[in-house]
């Protein structure tokens, strides 16, 4: 997708709310089928396939907020300050979804997961 | 035809008459027929003033409330009594004041901020109301039978089942709200389009006013987050009229399902409320403080982040229900995180303030307590998402005071600012300063006096919802001071009403655009005429009234685009959702009587369901069939639709002859909000499979493999049939095109007729696990949206007899084939969860 293509407006949070889905959901069903003993805290496979998922979409989205921008237009005309626009917020978009995405997944090295 | 754009000199007698020309074709109909208005401005002035009517009856029962906790022991309500009211009291204010008020002032002003003759959807705009207005009534006529819901207004499982609430009164809430909530849904459709598709001419998203970029943000809110609650409201209604085991744990059902589905809604649902009030306070803060909204991209940003967060919060309502604790910490920190984007704006209008010449006007006062009560409320709300915190203080009267200061401070204040801002918009008149100042600081000082005690009274560990208290407990003192800080606030809210109903008689009259303000609702006539504008200008600024001052005048001497009339037409520009350059010329339906008989049906429908006369209630369902189809028929190339389809050579062409008119996108978004409502009972299958405590599932599949596969491929040649027929349309070279449609819609009733019988066929037990329970509404799902492809593209092929779809008028079976792909992807997706995906482990 183009970096000033206006669906950016939602890539970046959509990504963050697929992987939002993805942990609690993966968790909550690991936590009914297989849950990790107790006694091996957060070290474990379960938290180690949701910080590895939450790696991967970090990554995911710096490099995308990246990506916009360095397609910011610094021209002057209409069309300009419209990519302008477009790209800046698919950037900040992108980068807030980053943040959330690291602030929400801290808990994953440091607590156990079924408790 | 009447035509100035080549004479803007044109005098007195020729604009008067191009006014008339306007008039007769926008006009109001009086008597009875008002009932047929589709116009905007009326819709939306009719939404704010049922939305106050309904305010003051939950006023009321805030009252009681009060009058009831004002001392311990009170005898004036009895436990039954009490539980009615505190009921409806929320139900009442949630569903049926903060939200459609708000949209209805986004109804009434959208059109006008966008530069634009009418929302794209008027007829959904007042079945919108109709539905409101009479869900509203039945849900209030449960107060005078006496039989009004009890059971809070979330309604948990198991309390709310038939088994806890034998009576109607979760009935009247259940069926009541599900009918209001189609006045949302249609209110989200409209106001998506609308805004993406009917703006002024080069009106580019970066120049769009920014509440608009609220009311964007908050109508795919509702899109999204309001079909969990229909959901779970019918699968609720269903248990308790056909004994479905939806939440029965003995039967494999989970009470905690309810609780999911209403929270994904629920908490979506303050932002909805929050975020077209914070859009007020942007809009109206800048034309007070004399200059642009500081940080406008910043406050797009902080929009669109916290309309995503919200969703990521629901869970937060159930800490204390036991899921891990990672798993809490997951919605602790995203509930700490959504403060930020909301911190963004505050520092936005901090910083507007602080950079302006503020004028301390009357909504300027309603705007300050609004960021004093706000911010206090969103710090304890930060609060309350640490989870040892919302431990200790849940079901206390803390959050009873955290939520008022949230919804209260974030949505009432600002929308007495903002109606005391437009109202020279409503009456012509400007608003009294004294009286207004008066119901100003009754009711921050009543509203502090109630909420602010509360904090400590729900600390000091009293519940919420009790109908009484010992004395004794340290609480009476706090309860007294609340309840006449609650008799103080409805003074406040009183002396706003009596300055109100005087303003009409008595307020000084308003001049041009009287606050200085940007927006181009000010270039309208006040109050304004139901067509708006005589001419639509070309926008390509964020603040056409300071940049250009002339316009009000400009536009109403006709100097404007689309400044014809003799053709019959209401008629707005068709841009390009991102830039605005102009597409087509949207051609928009006149009066009519269908979305208030379609309304009165479904009504009828509803009290047929509540009385169980199911008999009656199918046959009013086979009536709104028929009013929908009829409805439906009036479109398009349909003379009703566009009783003069020429255009000038140099205009482009009617949405109609094109491949991309509104309806194309009304089909999107109602299939986004569809999309929402069908993954909230696909969530429900996987929770129930996954988390329900006693899930039970039959030795086999009663789904047959072979004719669930059997019953997907009509679905599938229905969709690539139609599809090729779409494509042919598109390049002009298609011959025979009515036999197509029949042949397609013979399609579709052979894979309906397929899904009657495996529904037949398949041996479920729909009564006694929750298994089979889920699976038949999956399926019925599948039914119904396989019956209404089928009557779709059935009236698709009687329109190409009629001469109302061909290949000069083409896009409607664009928008049949969007429903069709939609109904077959979903029966893709049930036929892979319901039969492929249990194969995976084999548990049958």
Not at chain 2, 518 to 523: C, F, G, K, N, P
Request: charged share 10%.
């Amino acid at each position: 997708m183009r970096p000033a293509h206006p669906l950016q407006l939602i890539a970046g949070l959509a990504v963050w709310s697929l992987w939002f889905i993805a942990i609690y959901g993966g968790l909550s069903v690991a936590c009914q089928i297989a849950p990790p003993e107790a006694e091996a805290g957060a070290l474990n496979r379960l938290n180690l396939m949701l910080g590895l998922l939450t790696l991967a979409t970090l990554a995911f989205l710096l490099w995308n907020a990246r990506r916009c921008w360095q397609a910011i237009n610094q021209g002057d005309s209409e069309e300009a300050r419209r990519q302008r626009f477009l790209a800046t917020l698919g950037a900040g978009l992108h980068l807030v979804g980053a943040i959330a995405t690291l602030f929400v997944g801290i808990p994953i090295l440091v607590m156990p997961p079924c408790l | 035809m009447t035509d100035i754009t080549a004479n803007p000199q044109s005098d007195q007698a020729e604009q008067d008459r191009l006014h008339q020309d306007l008039d007769e074709i926008w006009g109001n109909p009086r008597g009875w027929r008002a009932l047929s208005i589709v116009n905007h401005t009326t819709i939306g002035v009719r939404f704010l003033v049922t939305g106050l009517f309904f305010f003051v009856i939950g006023l009321l029962l805030a009252m009681l409330i009060r009058t009831q906790l004002a001392i311990p022991g009170n005898t004036f309500l009895g436990p039954d009594e009490y539980n009615q009211v505190f009921t409806m009291h929320g139900t009442v204010m949630m569903f049926l004041f903060a939200v459609p008020i708000l949209e209805g002032l986004a109804i009434y002003l959208l059109p006008k901020m966008l530069g634009a003759r009418d929302m794209l959807f008027p007829r959904l705009s007042a079945l919108g109301y109709w539905s409101y207005l009479f869900g509203g009534l039945i849900l209030l006529s449960s107060l005078l039978l006496d039989v009004a819901p009890n059971a809070g207004w979330f309604m948990y499982t198991p309390l709310s089942d038939r088994v806890y609430s034998p009576g109607l009164n979760s009935d009247f809430w259940l069926i009541g709200i599900t009918f209001v909530e189609i006045s949302a849904i249609s209110a989200g459709v409209e106001i998506v389009v609308s805004i993406l598709r009917a703006r002024a001419p080069g009106m580019g998203l970066h120049q769009m006013p920014v509440f608009a970029w609220y009311m964007l943000v908050v109508a795919m809110m509702i899109l999204i987050g309001f079909p969990p609650m229909i959901l779970a409201s019918l699968m609720l209604e269903i248990s308790r009229a056909a004994d479905l085991p939806f939440f029965d744990v003995a039967r494999g059902g989970d009470p905690i399902l309810w609780q999911h589905l209403f929270w994904l809604f629920g908490h979506p649902e303050v932002y909805i409320i929050f975020l077209p009030a914070a859009g007020i306070v942007s809009t109206i803060l800048p034309v007070f403080c004399g200059r642009p909204l500081v940080g406008y991209r910043w406050v797009v940003l902080g929009v669109l982040t916290t309309g995503f967060i919200s969703f990521g919060l629901w869970v937060h309502h159930m800490f204390t229900i036991g899921i891990p604790q990672l798993a809490q910490l997951f919605f602790s920190a995203a509930s700490m995180l959504v403060a930020v984007p909301t911190g963004i704006q505050v520092f936005s209008w901090i910083a507007t303030l602080w950079l302006g010449k503020p004028r301390f006007e009357l909504p300027m006062l309603w705007l300050v307590g609004f960021i004093v009560i706000f911010v206090a409320g969103g710090l304890t709300g930060v609060m309350l998402s640490l989870v040892p915190f919302d431990w200790q203080v849940h079901d206390t009267y803390f959050v009873v005071a955290h939520f008022h200061y949230v919804l209260v401070g974030g949505m009432f204040f600002p929308l007495m600012a903002g109606i005391y801002y437009w109202l020279p918009h409503f009456s012509g008149r400007m608003p009294s300063m004294t009286l207004g100042r008066w119901g100003f600081w009754l009711t921050f000082i009543g509203f502090n006096l109630t909420f602010l005690i509360m904090h400590w009274t729900g600390l000091m560990g009293m519940p919420r919802r009790v109908y009484t208290y010992e004395s004794g407990l340290g609480w009476d003192l706090p309860n007294l001071i609340s309840s006449i800080g609650g008799f103080i606030m409805a003074f406040g809210v009183a002396t706003f009403l009596l300055d109100l109903f005087l303003h009409f008689r008595f307020g000084e009259k308003a001049g041009e655009n009287p606050w200085k303000a940007d927006t181009l609702e000010w270039a309208t006539q006040l109050p304004p005429t139901a067509y708006n504008f005589v001419s639509l200008p070309d926008v390509t600024t964020r603040h056409p009234l300071w940049d250009q001052p002339h316009l009000p005048k400009a536009i109403a001497n006709g100097e404007y685009g689309l400044s014809v009339s003799g053709h019959g037409r209401r008629e707005t520009w068709g841009v390009d959702p991102v830039t605005g350059r102009i597409r087509h010329i949207i051609h928009l339906p006149g009066n009519s009587m269908w979305p208030f008989v379609l309304s009165a049906l479904l009504a009828v429908v509803c009290i047929c369901l509540l009385v169980s006369a199911y008999t009656l209630a199918g046959l009013g369902t086979m009536a709104a069939l028929v009013v929908c189809l009829r409805w439906s028929w009036e479109n398009g190339a349909h003379p009703k639709a566009a009783p003069d389809a020429h255009t000038k050579p140099d205009e482009p062409p009617l949405h109609s002859r094109t491949f991309d008119g509104p309806g194309l996108w009304g089909m999107g978004t109602t299939l986004i909000s569809n999309g929402s409502l069908y993954l909230s009972l696909l969530f429900g299958w996987f929770y129930l499979w996954s988390v329900s405590p006693n899930w039970q599932i039959p030795a086999q599949n009663p789904l047959n493999h072979g004719f669930m596969l059997a019953a997907l491929l009509p679905a599938l040649a229905t969709t690539v049939w139609l599809r090729r027929v779409v494509r042919q349309l598109k390049q002009k070279n298609i011959s025979r095109l009515g036999l197509h449609l029949w042949s397609i819609t013979v399609l579709g009733l052979l894979h309906t007729l397929l899904l009657v019988m495996l529904i037949f066929e398949a041996p479920l037990k729909p009564t006694e696990t929750t298994h089979d329970a889920v699976l038949l509404v999956m399926l019925g799902y599948s039914l119904l949206h396989a019956v209404v492809g089928v009557l779709a593209a059935g009236l698709q092929a009687l329109r190409v007899h009629w001469g109302y779809v061909g290949i000069s008028a083409p896009y409607e079976p664009k928008i049949v084939l969007q429903w069709w792909v939609y109904t077959t992807t979903v029966f893709v997706i049930t036929y892979t969860a319901t039969v492929l995906f249990p194969l995976t482990w084999k548990p049958y």
